[in-house]
């Protein structure tokens, strides 16, 4: 599950479908607004872009996708689509300003938010599965089960 940061009461989730489902909490209910649709296997993983008109979604068919969320519409399709430079899908995403950074197996990617070129690959970063969680201004911390790091990127 995603929050959007905007405060709007926005929230995306990966259901292990091939969609993304956009909710809404209004009048203490929950309601389906959107979706984001295109990828061809389960999506595993969203993140929404700090300014929140963006949401980021990686998918077990390899690809990592960024739906433009800022008109209001019933389905977004991707604006913008790469593959993943690895043997195993991104299974975890955060937004670190206008980069996407994703984990897939014990290594980090970072693609540029708007084009998805790939920036920077960080490999072995850690000895297990990664998990990643956005930080404040160019930072991030990854995770696995035995250590945790901070990341600055440039």
């Not at 309601?31 to 077990?60: Q, T």
């Not at 389905?75 to 955060?94: C, E, I, K």
């Amino acid at each position: 599950v995603a929050i959007s940061p905007d405060g709007s009461g926005r929230f995306a989730v990966a259901t292990f479908s091939s969609d993304v489902p956009i909710f809404a909490v209004e009048r203490a209910k929950l309601r389906k607004i959107s979706s984001c649709v295109g990828a061809k296997k389960k999506v595993l993983s969203v993140a929404w872009s700090p300014c929140s008109g963006f949401i980021a979604a990686s998918s077990e068919d390899m690809m990592l996708r960024v739906y433009d969320v800022g008109g209001v519409k019933a389905q977004y399709g991707a604006s913008t689509t790469a593959g993943v430079p690895s043997s195993a899908a991104l299974s975890s995403l955060v937004w670190v300003g206008d980069r996407v950074v994703g984990a897939a197996g014990t290594d980090v990617f970072v693609f540029d938010g708007a084009t998805l070129e790939v920036l920077a690959v960080i490999r072995d970063a850690h000895a297990g599965p990664i998990s990643l969680a956005a930080g404040v201004r160019n930072d991030f911390v990854s995770w696995s089960s035995n250590s945790a790091r901070l990341w600055k990127l440039q």
